[in-house]
């Protein structure tokens, strides 16, 4: 009951403070713009799990070693991903735990829609 609280504590929040400012939607759209791309949402996901380098990020996208650079880069630039130094390779790790609430709640979400689509297919 706990979630659920807090939970309706939380949109009461977003009801009562009134609209954000110009920067920060801009903010939000370009984070939800990361997410829409598959590639990058691979790499979120596999990132869920613990952190990564970049060889094994391109070996389980089945994406090129390059093609996965350019994509932590720019999730890098957005906050979304970190990465530290271990002797000549980079080790990847979602920035913070934001990142993975944000991902499992798309993923819940996109489970939901589907399986309503897919209710009122059978109807």
Same mark, same amino acid.
């Given at each position: 009951m706990k979630k659920k609280e807090s939970e309706d504590e939380g949109e009461r929040n977003l009801a009562t403070e009134g609209l954000f400012s110009e920067r920060t939607y801009l903010a939000m759209a370009e984070t939800f713009s990361a997410l829409s791309d598959p590639t990058r949402a691979k790499i979120i996901h596999i990132l869920c799990m613990g952190e990564s380098s970049v060889g094994n990020l391109a070996e389980r996208t089945s994406v090129s070693p390059s093609a996965v650079s350019h994509q932590l880069r720019l999730l890098?630039? &957005? *906050?979304l991903v970190r990465f530290r130094r271990q002797g000549q390779s980079s080790i990847y790790a979602l920035d913070d735990h934001h990142v993975a609430l944000l991902f499992r709640e798309a993923h819940e979400h996109v *489970?939901?829609? &589907? &399986?309503g689509r897919r209710e009122e297919e059978d109807q």
């Open positions: 890098r630039q &957005l *906050g *489970g939901e829609f &589907l &399986l």
